[in-house]
Nanobody
Framework: QVQLVESGGGSVQAGGSLRLSCAAS????????MGWFRQAPGVERDFVGA????????RYAESVKGRFTISRDNAKNTLYLQMNGLNPEDTAVYYC?????????????????WGQGTQVTVSS
């Protein structure tokens, strides 16, 4: 089992920044590739970004490329998502997730463990 707890969400104005964190406990964090997903009301959960277990491979959704940066600190068992240039379309609940797959995954069904989510609200 891996327990994941997100933090850092909040309300910002368009153009602002937020940094989300995801603290992991339980099984060895460094063995898992990690992902960020988001879900707005009435919409399916969407892929945001993912990072391999070592941090060497990173993928982003096209909608966040150049604005969001995913990173991890395996010594601190923590995953991060730096979000810059936020716009109202980024408003959603953001979830971190852990996958035991060997390669970075972009689909939610490939993830085994999920956090409870943190709300991000961007006003215009």
């Amino acid at each position: 089992q891996v327990q994941l707890v997100e933090s850092g969400g909040g309300s910002v104005q368009a153009g602002g920044s937020l940094r989300l964190s995801c603290a992991a406990s339980g099984r060895t964090f460094s063995r898992y590739s990690m992902g960020w997903f988001r879900q707005a009301p009435g919409v399916e959960r969407d892929f945001v970004g993912a990072i391999s277990s070592t941090g060497q491979v990173i993928r982003y959704a096209e909608s966040v490329k150049g604005r969001f940066t995913i990173s991890r600190d395996n010594a601190k068992n923590t995953l991060y998502l730096q979000m810059n240039g936020l716009n109202p379309e980024d408003t959603a609940v953001y979830y971190c997730a852990a996958s035991g797959a060997w390669i970075v995954q972009t689909t939610s069904t490939e993830y085994d463990y999920w956090g409870q989510g943190t709300q991000v609200t961007v006003s215009s």
